[in-house]
């Protein structure tokens, strides 16, 4: 006799689900690689010939995250220094106030949402408790979050300063909610794949055309689930 149960949906496995924000639901790293190529572009007239001013950027980028954390500001600052060092202190005064005016440009940017993000979203939080976890400037992703018309659909919004196993774990303890029973949807694989999966949880990654370089995981042995889009999302959970 045929079975009458009904079939098991993945998203009853979830107590709680999880999305990122920057290059999940809205674009962000389009922003970044707009003023690189700008940042380039101003500072090559005053270095030396051969000078890599893009990786120099990057380096720049990586050693003042421990101080200055993630985002517009941080980036800001660190192409004011990076302008600085590369010219021995000789740039220009103009070259660093267009440096400024960019990342103040960065911060005022409307919020563009990715594709199919708004019905996505309405549909996972119609059967499971959705939360919003970002990592960035406080004050510019509240901004983000309060603009974007997305906020209604998060039981919780969590801003944090850096996305890894112990900020994950605290997260979850205020929530009260097993790793096990927690799935976590979002564009990194550094900070929001492999620290879930770590704990136990379950992670989803949606890829985003553009990686920061801070982001980048080239090596790992997880088998990793990834999705092509948003609205892949619901038929993965099983909400039909």
């Not at 112990?166 to 927690?182: C, H, K, M, N, S």
């Not at 379950?202 to 092509?228: G, Q």
Request: hydrophobic share 45%; aromatic share 6%.
């Amino acid at each position: 006799m045929p079975s009458t149960a009904e079939p098991t949906r993945r998203v009853d496995g979830f107590d709680v689900v999880a999305f990122d924000a920057d290059d999940t639901l809205w674009r962000s790293e389009d922003s970044f690689r707009a003023a690189e190529a700008r940042f380039a572009e101003l500072l090559r007239p005053h270095v030396d010939a051969g000078v890599d001013v893009d990786a120099a950027l990057r380096a720049q980028e990586r050693a003042d995250v421990s101080i200055a954390g993630y985002g517009v500001k941080a980036f800001t600052l660190s192409m004011v220094r990076a302008a600085v060092t590369m010219t021995d202190g000789a740039v220009p005064g103009a070259v660093v106030g267009e440096l400024v005016d960019m990342g103040r440009s960065m911060l005022l940017e409307p919020v563009h949402l990715l594709a199919n993000v708004p019905e996505v979203l309405a549909e996972v939080a119609a059967e499971v408790r959705l939360v919003l976890i970002t990592k960035g400037d406080l004050v510019h992703q509240t901004r983000k979050v309060t603009t974007s018309g997305l906020e209604h659909h998060f039981e919780s919004i969590e801003i944090v300063l850096e996305k890894d196993i112990e900020t994950y774990q605290r997260i979850l303890g205020r929530l009260d909610v097993e790793p096990a029973r927690f799935c976590m949807i979002g564009n990194s694989v550094r900070s929001d794949i492999l620290p879930v999966m770590a704990l136990g949880g379950c992670a989803v990654h949606i890829p985003y055309h553009l990686t920061w370089e801070l982001e980048r995981v080239d090596d790992h042995d997880e088998d990793v689930t990834e999705l092509a889009m948003m609205s892949d999302v619901p038929p993965w959970l099983g909400i039909v």
